[in-house]
Every structure is written in C-alpha cells, then in structure tokens.
C-alpha cells in the first residue's frame, strides 16, 4: 500500500489532486521523465481548475483529443499541426535554436516534409506540374564566418499554385511535386528552378480547422518555401523564406514567421533572359542565402 | 494585416510566446470558447518552457498523443483511460459534484460503460457466465430526506471474475454480461445476484500503460460494481462501491476511491440460506445504499 489510509490522502479533491497524483510517482526511475510529468500534471490540473469543465465539455475535450489522433495518416499529421497552430512548435524551436547573431533563424519543419526526395542537378525544375510563375532561386550556404560551404545539402520542399503539396494531392499532382535535393558547388553557390510560392490554407477540415474557426482565426500560411539546409560539422537547420508581398504575413496560422526570414522576389518581363534560364516569361528571381553555425563537436 | 509588422509581435519568442498566440483571438465570438483556450495555451507555454523539450521529446510526445487517439474504437477509450490515471477525470468529477454531506459520493464512469444494459427483475443474476464467488447486493435509494425514492433506476456494470467486462471479451464472455438495470421498488429497496468483484488491471498494453510504467505506478483497480443512479426529480450519481479487503485500495490506478464508498462484503459457508437465495454455497452479501440529492429545479 503506497499511501496512508486516512481520507486526507486518500481521496482525490480539488485541493490535492495534482500532488496526489504526483505522490504516485515516487517509484519511477527516470529523473527526465519524472520532471516533464511534473510540470505537465502540475499545469494540467491547474488549467482544469480555472476552466471548471463541465463533464459535457471535458468529453467534448476526450473526443477532440481522439479525433485528432484518428485523422492522422502516413501523409497527415494533424497532432504536429495542432502543435503549429497552438504556438508549440515554434517555442520548442526557439528553445532549441538560439543561433548567434548572423546565422539564420530556424522555424518549423511543418507536417509535409517527406524525407527521400530526388537528388537534383543546380539548375534543375522541380516544378513537375508546370503551374504557377517561374522562378528562380539561388543564394549561397556560408558559415557564420563568411566562408563558402562546399557541397552543402538544400533539401526543399513547397505547395504547388493551387496551394497543397504532393502527398495532399496522390494522383492528382506528380509524385515528388516541388521537392528536390540539391548540392551547393564549391563555392557554395546553388541555384534551382522552381514556382514562386503562393499563400494557403493548412487542412481546415479537422480539428484543428474547427479549432481556429472557434477561435476566429483563419488557417492561411504566406507564401514560402521550406529548407533543411545541413552540412558535415555544421548544425543542420530546418527554414522557410517568406514573399514580403504575401498576404498573411502578419497572421501566420503557425507563427512560422520572424523578420528576417522574409525576403523579396523581383519579377521579371524578360523574354531573353526567360529563355536562358529556361523559364517561361514572366518570371521571377529571388536570393536566399544561408548562414549556418558550426556543430557544438567541431573545434573551428 | 492583424499585428503590427515590427519584430517584436511578429517573431514568436520564448518571451512572448503565449501573449503572441493569445492576441490571434481577438476576434473569437465565444467568450467561453475565448477563456478555456487562454487558460489551456497559457499553462501548456508555461508548461513547455520548464521542460524545454528537445526537438526529439517533442516528436516523442506527438507520436504518443497521435497514437493514445488511434488506440480508441467503439469498446476502447485510451483518452478517457489517459484522464483518469493522470487524476483528471476525478477532478472534474470533484468540481461538478459537490455533493451536500450525507448523499453518495460520485466518481468516475470509466471507460467501460455501456449504455442499453438490458433491464433486468429484482434478484437477478447478472453473472452469466457462472464465474467467481457469488454476491448478493442489496439496499435502498432514498433521498437526503431519508424518504424511499420509489423505482430509482440503478445501471450496473462490473468486471467478471478474470478481471474483464464483457466489451473486452467478446465472442469469450456472454453478451451484457455482468451488466443490467434494475428498478428500486415503491420502498426504494433493490437486490439483485452478481460475482464478488475481483481487482483487476485497466488495458496495459497502450499509451497508458507505457505511461504508467515509466512512472513506476502498476496498472491495477481495486475490486468494485459501478453504478449510475438515478430518478426523476434527482441528480443521477455515477459511484462505484469498493470492497475494504481488496489490494489496490490506496492505490487506484485512476484515484477512484472516496472513504465513504469502500464497504464490507460479508462471507458466507450456509448452504441452506445460500439454497433460498438462489445462489451456489459458499457466497457473499453486500448492502449498498444510495443518497441522491433533488435536482436544482425541483421544489422540495
């Protein structure tokens, strides 16, 4: 018997729940997991206690909660997209990326990524289904020291103009749609083509739709394209740059957006210049540049 | 453009993060929805920032919410088991039911109710598939006011003696099983046959019990017979009793018990009395009284 037999201790009340539950851990082994359980019991009875839930609103809670779970597929994640949406996922990413001054920010993978996507030349189109304006991105990968990072990784990934992403569209989109690996050169330098990004809703028909209607927010993200840009003995980062002349910039659904992430595409009406980049005219050019910060390991 | 497009509203940091998410319902027309979102991203921010999660414990965390959903079906509920052993479900339960002293204390339903039991006559046995030792139940529905409540409805459900109910066996325990409803008499007494219930463990192989075990805590209920009360003119009372000689009393692995709902079952070796009651020799009694309080709308 793990606990006195008196009635104090003994039955659950709003004035002891949270430390009688806790009480019940005194056996457990793992000090991590002993100190997140803490802090989320202590938090959740706490947010129980102000909410006062009635019993109809705690189920309407238990069958949000499943429900969110159950619409989660290979290719649908609606738990991270709650996560997104609630602010989570940015905060864990500013716990875990504080860069220094200089290198670039990080914000979140979002629940699209595919890892495994086709390795492509510099210069190659990963726009397979030919919609939307052209575009071509190029930039360089450097440390924080200004240096070029030869043969560093750009795995990138983005929607399509009708603003959904390939595994949102099976059968209807290419497979690997706007998705492609690239390698920097030796000078760091990489370009590609591809299809100037477009705002979009992230998927409103779950509970996390529900949940922003409630809230009275919409589910648009600007237009962006994501990055994991990583290198041997550098941190890898996990990006996205943002169109200044996207709507929603202000009201990123995810709050995937910070100053210096957003950057400005030039358009272009220039038949030639089109023709030998391989671009249908008009087009646009745009720079994105990455700084990345040596691995805590390597003595540099 | 909701925000003002300076660097201090529009990047979310570890600073302003709740205070960034919160502003995004300004136009939420529900001021009920409005208060329970605040106080859940205010305590979940607070929450993330004491355990500063690493990216890994953070996707450990979706994976096990995304699959505490996807363990649920029509006879399985790994959210409600998930409230229960982390003490919520008992809290809220202790916030909607401040019973005045002397009316039966209330607790969880669990997750292994079922509505439809089939109605049953006074002294029936509920125990069909023949196992474990034979109990006679017996008592009174009154009000506060000591006075009968004539056909007080009592829905009854328990596990068999292998520490299942009957959704959890099917096609091995008899349909309804262990469960039924029966109707108080113009006395308010009621009595029906059952099996003496047994300790037994809540499901071990999901979410929760991996939970559980990286907490140190066992999985394990002490014996008990559920039951929701009710007539009309009264609050209805969900309630178990549980047997004093049972293991686990102090350590309910979903804090169920109360003091005033542990009582004594009595043995019994007389086969004569054992004949009359219907019942195989040696056997149980047990006497369980219910005190229901006028509905808030009543008069009297």
């Not at 706490?46 to 290719?75: H, N, S, Y």
């Not at 957003?262 to 391989?278: S, V």
């Amino acid at each position: 018997m793990e606990t006195a037999r008196d009635g104090q201790t003994l039955n659950l009340t709003q004035e002891n729940s949270a430390a009688v539950v806790l009480a019940r851990m005194n056996n457990c082994s793992d000090p991590r997991f002993r100190q997140i359980m803490t802090s989320i019991v202590t938090h959740l009875h706490a947010a129980v206690k102000e909410i006062r839930p009635t019993q109809e609103e705690w189920f309407d809670a238990i069958q949000f909660l499943t429900r969110t779970g159950q619409l989660c597929t290979d290719t649908r994640q609606e738990w991270i997209l709650l996560s997104d949406v609630l602010g989570v996922s940015m905060l864990v990413d500013a716990i875990n990326h504080q860069k220094p001054s200089g290198a670039t920010e990080t914000t979140v993978l979002g629940p699209f990524y595919v890892s495994g996507a086709p390795e492509r030349a510099l210069g190659e189109n990963i726009c397979l289904d030919g919609k939307g304006m052209p575009v071509v991105v190029s930039g360089r990968v450097t440390g924080i020291d200004g240096r070029p990072i030869a043969g560093a990784a750009l795995d990138v990934w983005m929607t399509n103009e009708d603003g959904f992403y390939d595994v949102q569209q099976p059968g209807i989109q290419p497979n690997m749609n706007l998705r492609g690996l690239f390698h920097a050169g030796d000078d760091g330098r990489y370009w590609f083509r591809a299809a100037k990004p477009r705002f979009y809703p992230i998927p409103g028909d779950g509970t996390v739709g529900s949940l922003l209607e409630r809230s009275g927010r919409h589910n648009f993200r600007p237009g962006h394209l994501h990055f994991i840009v990583s290198a041997p003995g550098y941190e890898s980062i996990t990006t996205h740059y943002f169109d200044r002349k996207s709507p929603y910039l202000d009201s990123d659904a995810v709050f995937g957006v910070k100053e210096t992430l957003i950057i400005d595409f030039e358009d272009h009406n220039d038949p030639k210049r089109a023709a030998t980049l391989g671009v249908d005219n008009p087009f646009a050019t745009v720079t994105m540049n990455f700084v990345l910060v040596p691995s805590p390991s390597q003595t540099r």
